[in-house]
Structures are given as C-alpha cells and as structure tokens.
C-alpha cells in the first residue's frame, strides 16, 4: 500500500476556495503535498498561507473543495484531521500556561491514562521523550507559563510530535524562535521525515526553509503560482515571483550621529538585569541581540517605562525618566512597539483606525476630552497609506488583517507621535518579506529625521540589516557593544552564548 | 470640475468605513424591527398596548433598570461586571431614610447619596479591582452582601416609609405629559453616550475592553478608565435607586435586589460581549424594550407571572447562541 519516499501523495487539495465575507483568502487550489518530504510554503501577506494550512488540518471548512489526507481519506474537520494524523503547529504558541509543561505534551494522549484513572508517571515519561533534543529535562515540572515564547513553542512542537503525527504542518514556526530553537526545529524535522513523516512549513524566511525543503508550493493572492521541486535556482526564482509585491529597496541613509538621546546608567532589575551604561544617539539604530532569556525583551521595556527597574536612570534627551511608568516615558518621547503582538499589541475587536490612534491625545485628533472624528478620520488614513496596511479599510476589525498588516498597526502606532527613542521589540516577528522592508523603512526614516532607535533583534540577518551598532546582553548584562562595522555574525553569537573568545566590554 | 473632485475625494476616503459600520448598525435595526414587529402585531389582540397612559406606566417602571443597565454597559465594555447594583439601588433607598430622618434639604439629599454611590464605585469597587488588583466577581459580590446588610441595620430589618417632595416629583412627576423617570433616563442616555461615543474617555474604554495590555502600552491610563467605569455604574445604579424611593415612598430592605441580573440581561442581549470591547448604549436600551414589550405580551395574554423569568432566559440564550452563530459563519 505504501509506496516509495515521494511518490505517494501525503495531501490531495482540490478545487478549495475560501471566502470571509467579501474577501478571497483562497482561490480554486489545487494541491499535492508529497509523502515523506518537506514542502515549503511561501507568500506575502495575506496571500494565503495560513489559511491553506487551516483548511488542510480541519481548523476551518472551505467554502468549496475537498482536502484529502495520506491513504485518501477525505479530511472534514478537526477531528478527521487528526485521525488521519495530520498536526498543526499554529504560529502563536498556544500552551495551557498554568500547567506544568509535561502535562502540555502529554495532554489528551492515551499513554497519559490508565481506564479512567491518571497515570501520571507513566505521562511524565512519555512527556520527557518528546521533549528531548528541544529543551533540558528540568523544565518539565515548571509552569509552562513561566516559560519564555521561544521555549513555549518547543513545547508546543513537542507536544505536537506526541501525537504521532504523519503530517506535520507548521505555520511560522520559527517566528517566535530564537537561533538555538530554529537550531533544534531543523534537526526535529530532518529526523522526523528521516523516520518518514511529511512536513509542510509556512515561513518567511525563505533561506532558511527552501534548505530543508524538497518542494515549494508558492501562493500568490489565494492562488498557487508555482509549483515544483527545490534546485539550485529556486530562491532566485520565488524571489521574481514575490518581488512584485514587493517595494523597493530604500537607500539606507541617515546623517551623523547626532547628540546623545538616550541614556540609561545602572540598571538593575528583573532576572538578573545589570546593564551599567547605555546610549543611543540621535539617528542611530542600536540592536540589541541575546539569547532568549537574556533580558533584551526586559532592557527593552523597562527603556520603554512598561515595566519597573529596581534601580537605575534612564534620561531621554536629557530628562530623567520615571521607570516602569509609561505615561512618563511617552511624554518624554518614547515610543514602543512591544513583541508578542496579540497578547499586548493589538486591540483586535477594534477598527484598524482604532487601533492607529489609541492613546493619543495630541491636539492634531483631540479637542479637550472630546475626538475631533474628522482630524481622526484623516489621521488613520493617512497612517495606512505611509505603513501601507492591506486593506486599505479604516473600520475593518484589526483581527481580521493578516499578521503583517496587525504589525504595522502597532509599528504606526508608535511611530505617529514623532518620538524621540523609539523602542521596537522584535518589530518583524513573523511578518514576510514586503511588510519586514516597510517596517525596516520605517524605523529608518525614524533614525533620519534625528530620533534615536533602540530595536531588539533575534534574527542576525535583520540585526545586521537594520543596526548601525551592534549591543549583545547575556544574563542581563551588556557583553559586546560595537559599530556593525566592526563585528562579525559568529562574534555576535559567541558573545551571546558566552562560549568562547575575547569580550570587548563597552 | 476642480471643487467636484475635491468634495469627491474625502467622502471617497470615509466610503469604506461607512460601509463597515453599516454592520452595527444593520444589526441593530434588525433588532429594532423585531421590537416593533413584536409590539405591533400584539396591539390588535391587547387593549392595554392601545392605551398611552398604560405604556407611560411601563416606561417610567422600566426607566430605573434602564439606568442601571447603561452604567452596567460600561463595565462590560471595558471587562467585568458589578453584581452590586441592585443592592446599591436599596443602599440608597436606606440613606434617603437616614438624610431626611435628619430634615436636610432635598437638595442636600439627593447630592449626599449620589456621591456615596460615586464614591463607592470608584474608590471601593475601582480602587481594590484596578489598583489592587482583586477580581472583580469577588469585590462586586462582596459589595453584593455588604450594602443590603448595612440597609437591614439602617431600617432595622423593616420597610420604613420616607417622603420627599422632590423624589415624589421625580419618581411620579410628569412634564409635558411624559413622566419625569423617562425624562430622567433619556438625560442619561444622552449624557453617557456622548461619553461612550464622542469622547477620548469613551474610545479608550473599548480600548481597554479590548486588550488591556496593549492599550497600557499605548499609553491609555487603564487603571484611571476601570475606576472611572465602575464609578459611572455605581452613580447609575444611585440615580436608580433615588428613583426607586420616590416610586415607592418606602425604603424598603429588599429593595433592588435581582435587578442586577436583569440589568445584566438586557446589556447582553443588546450584544455587548461579556468578554469586553464589543457593544453599545443603543443595544442596551433596546435589549430592555425587547425584554419589557415580551414579558408585557405574555402576561397581558395570561401567562402567569412566575413563567417570565424561564422566558426571559431561554430568550438570551437563543439570542446570545444565533450571535455566536452568526459569527462562526
């Protein structure tokens, strides 16, 4: 019945169309994923992905069409979807953060019980197989919760991988994933297909999936535009196909550096937080790196006044900041752009005008306490015309936008008080290629025109891409700060990781 | 030509959201028509629903739980409920009882007990739910035992009748033919939809309704919007209960008690979401009609009085499940 690696379809998609309300998300797809290889998904914003993924796990019906899975079986729901063995891995991790993280992977298996009774033991062990290779043993009784994002979606993986599955669909997953993590996925999915699963992986990082990829399925507008085995030509060629969606490259320029903005002395707080001096000048952009757990996220808010420092100054143009007061850092001319973005970036039940304006009360949109509805009207249209957020509608709900165009939500948002720091934490976490380069453009018009920027980046690419100086935390504390000009990726790593070499203080 | 295109080119930029906001606004006139659909296919069979000064009646009955209902819709908005209102709508009625007792001025009196129910919302409830962090079932239901309580001591355990010519005129008043509670209840409407709607206040309560996180990183003064949210429920449910006094002439123990829940009702079945972000001062008042034009139907045509309650039940259930229906789709 089985056949050889690759011959025999693991996904038959035909004929699928999906509708929300007025918009295609989905357009007459057909589809073949092949058993035992990994096929790569990519697309812009919005051109479907995800949703294809959705469709073929059971997560959603189509308006029309039929998935069927390995051995033929025709795929309705949920249900069906798992019988056949078919997993998805969402973007967010999506964990029962109160329970400790064996109890996560080991949920609802039937090595987990015993007749109606628990068998907690037996659940544990099982729990510690799986997670092996992704993170230590001991974090196996901690609160998943307590857990970092990388860390949780290793869990979810792992929890993933403890059904069994025979296709395993992965939608981002490296987007929340630090380097060790992305690290570890590679190796999960080349032993999982080694074993003979299939793997379909949505990603934006077209390098690093089209590596582990043996097929590439390329959506365009709801509608597959390529189809076909990875070769030597392949990235060129999905570049072409993308690049029409695509902006131009901006040229990166901005003036000298200008005077210093910034200023952070003696910080002491959460997990170990010990960074003694920081600066950022007018017009530059300082990216901060680290290892997940390195408190680059804590350095980032506590600049931002969203959390509390126990000890320290942070001045912004000379004026001291209140910490952990973020009215006090706004009025200073900070802005934020926090990571995680449904958890505390978007107001999703919110028109995208909403969700632009919230918080401000300059006198440009406010008369007293009172909307100038008119000024805000103007100023939410404006807005998505300078971020380009699709589609261009002003009252559309933000949770219906794609999770690029919620990004640049958030992005605009802080950046349309004309700050003078602005504090991006992980600005293009899981947005693709068009969205990253406006987001990048932004932050560098910001630089331009005199603020200083602070952006904490996971991914070295886009650290090397965006920073004018280079500043790497490990265990709270600053253990390289250079101009990019001067360092290397694998000095940044190793700095990070504390590994090895020479550790040129700041 | 050119002042053409120019007038085109902003009512082109606002089309979108027009046609996106027709959504609310459909589905609210849908409701509407079902109230009316409702109260004019019964008028032939029921006298009652013929006679003006009957429905006046209604009206005026209804207008406290209506006040009670727009604060409540505040709370909601912004994530929570007050289970207290009902028994700071009693709580009031036992101060009236106190204040008068000691023959001050009806001004006096109706300032002194609208600033304690303000005072209780803001500083009680606000203070131990926003800055302390409590939950609010908790706070709200400790409130829930304390005030009837600290009535029961007040009137020592019995109804107690209290005058005072400006409740009686407020409570039993009529200008122009309409009774002064709907005046009353159509004042507050206004007032806290200008709030919800046209205010920096109002858009950062959905705000907060919506992702309470992001908005405080966004720099809205979250703790500020919850306080002031259960302040204006509290001061909604003292109005209310001023209005109840005056009705009565009575302060009565058990007074209010329940019309929490049915305050509550009528804010979900005019789809605010319990979950918060989502609703509107319109829903809520038409909620009420719906729930006030069903039960007068059903008790005029001879359902006993005991069956309202199931009905009223079954009713949200049903509207609440073709909601979530509907968005499923």
Not at chain 1, 139 to 151: D, G, H, I, Q, R
Not at chain 2, 181 to 190: C, D, R, S, T
Not at chain 2, 258 to 279: D, K, M, Y
Request: charged residues 15%.
């Amino acid at each position: 019945m089985h056949q050889a690696k690759g011959s025999d379809p693991a996904v038959v998609v035909r004929g699928v169309t999906m509708t929300y309300g007025a918009t295609v998300a989905l357009d007459d797809v057909d589809l073949t994923i092949r058993r035992g290889v990994v096929t790569a998904v990519v697309g812009a914003n919005g051109s479907g992905k995800t949703t294809l993924l959705r469709v073929v796990c059971g997560v959603v019906h189509p308006t029309s069409g039929t998935v069927a899975g390995p051995g033929r079986a025709l795929v309705k729901g949920l249900a069906a979807a798992q019988r056949a063995g078919i997993v998805l891995v969402p973007q967010e991790p999506t964990v029962a953060g109160h329970l400790p993280v064996w109890q996560n992977i080991a949920l609802g298996r039937p090595e987990a019980r015993r007749g109606p009774f628990l068998a907690d033991r037996a659940a544990r062990a099982y729990a510690a197989r799986h997670l092996a290779g992704l993170l230590p043993d001991s974090v196996l009784n901690v609160p998943t919760a307590t857990l970092s994002k990388s860390a949780r979606q290793l869990v979810q993986l792992a929890a993933a991988m403890a059904r069994h599955p025979e296709v395993l669909m992965l939608d981002e997953p490296t987007a929340v994933l630090d380097e060790n993590g992305v690290e570890m996925l590679h190796a999960l999915i080349r032993r999982f297909v080694g074993a003979g699963g299939t793997v379909a992986i949505v990603s934006h990082r077209l390098r690093d999936v089209l590596e582990l990829a043996d097929d590439v399925v390329v959506l365009r507008n709801g509608k597959v535009s390529h189809t076909g085995a990875v070769g030597p030509g392949t990235e060129q060629h999905v570049v072409q196909l993308l690049s029409a969606a695509e902006r131009p490259d901006q040229a990166r320029h901005r003036p000298d550096l200008g005077h210093v903005v910034l200023e952070a002395r003696g910080l002491r707080g959460w997990r170990g937080l010990a960074v003694d001096h920081l600066v950022a000048h007018s017009g530059e952009i300082v990216g901060v790196a680290g290892q997940s757990g390195s408190g680059r996220s804590r350095l980032a808010s506590v600049l931002a006044g969203a959390w509390p420092a126990a000890a320290g100054e942070v001045t912004v143009e000379g004026r001291p900041l209140r910490l952990g007061d973020i009215r006090s850092a706004q009025t200073a001319g900070v802005a934020y752009i926090p990571e995680d973005r449904q958890q505390t970036g978007i107001l999703a039940n919110l028109p995208v005008s909403a969700n632009l304006l919230v918080g401000r009360d300059d006198a440009g949109v406010r008369w007293g306490p009172f909307r100038r509805r008119a000024a805000e009207r103007a100023a939410s249209t404006a807005l998505i015309e300078r971020f380009e957020v699709r589609p261009a509608e002003p009252e559309r709900p933000a949770a219906l936008l794609s999770g690029g165009n919620q990004q640049k939500l958030v992005v605009g948002r802080a950046l349309a008080r004309g700050a003078r720091l602005v504090v991006a934490d992980e600005p293009t976490q899981g947005v693709d290629a068009s969205a990253r380069a406006a987001i990048h453009a932004a932050l560098a018009e910001a630089a331009a025109a005199g603020s200083a920027v602070v952006a904490v980046c996971s991914e070295f690419d886009e650290l090397f891409e965006i920073s004018d100086r280079v500043v790497v935390l490990r265990d709270g504390r600053i253990v390289l700060d250079r101009p990019v000009g001067d360092v290397t990726q694998d000095e940044v790593l190793a700095a990070s990781l504390g590994s090895d070499v020479e550790e040129s203080q700041s | 030509m050119t002042l053409t295109t120019t007038s085109a080119n902003p009512a082109a930029a606002a089309e979108p959201g027009r046609r996106a906001l027709s959504g609310t606004v459909r589905q609210q006139g849908l409701f509407l028509a079902v109230v009316v659909v409702m109260f004019l296919g019964a008028m032939p069979f029921l006298s009652q629903l013929r006679s003006g000064p009957y429905l006046m009646v209604q009206l005026a009955t209804y207008a406290a739980v209506l006040i009670m209902a727009l604060g409540q819709t505040f709370v909601v908005l912004q994530v929570g409920f007050d289970l207290s209102t009902g028994a700071m709508q009693g709580f009031v009625g036992g101060l009236v009882f106190l204040l008068v007792g000691w023959r001050l001025p009806d001004g006096v009196v109706i300032v002194c007990c609208l600033a304690a129910a303000l005072a209780i919302g803001l500083f009680v409830h606000g203070v131990l739910i926003a800055k302390a962090k409590m939950n609010f079932f908790i706070v709200t239901l400790a409130s829930f035992t304390i005030l009837p309580s600290l009535l029961r001591v007040v009137l020592d355990g019995s109804s107690k009748p209290v005058y005072s010519p400006a409740l009686d005129l407020l409570a039993n008043g009529s200008v122009l033919g309409i009774r002064v509670p709907v005046l009353i209840a159509a004042g507050v409407f206004a007032v806290l939809w200008v709030l919800l709607n046209r205010t920096v206040f109002g858009r950062n309560v959905y705000a907060v309704g919506s992702n309470r996180e992001a908005a405080r990183l966004a720099g809205v003064h979250v703790d500020r919007v919850t306080m002031a949210c259960y302040g204006i429920c509290a001061l909604c449910a003292g109005v209310a209960g001023l209005l109840l006094v005056g009705t009565l002439g009575a302060a009565d123990p058990t007074a209010g008690l329940g019309n929490e829940f049915f305050a509550l009702t009528a804010v979900l079945l005019g789809g605010t979401r319990f979950s918060g972000g989502q609703g509107t001062l319109a829903g809520t008042l038409l909620g009420l009609l719906f729930l006030v034009v069903l039960s007068n139907i059903l008790l005029l045509s001879g359902m006993p009085q005991f069956w309202i309650g199931a009905v009223q039940g079954v009713v949200l259930l049903v509207a609440v499940g073709i909601d979530r229906a509907r968005r499923e789709v």
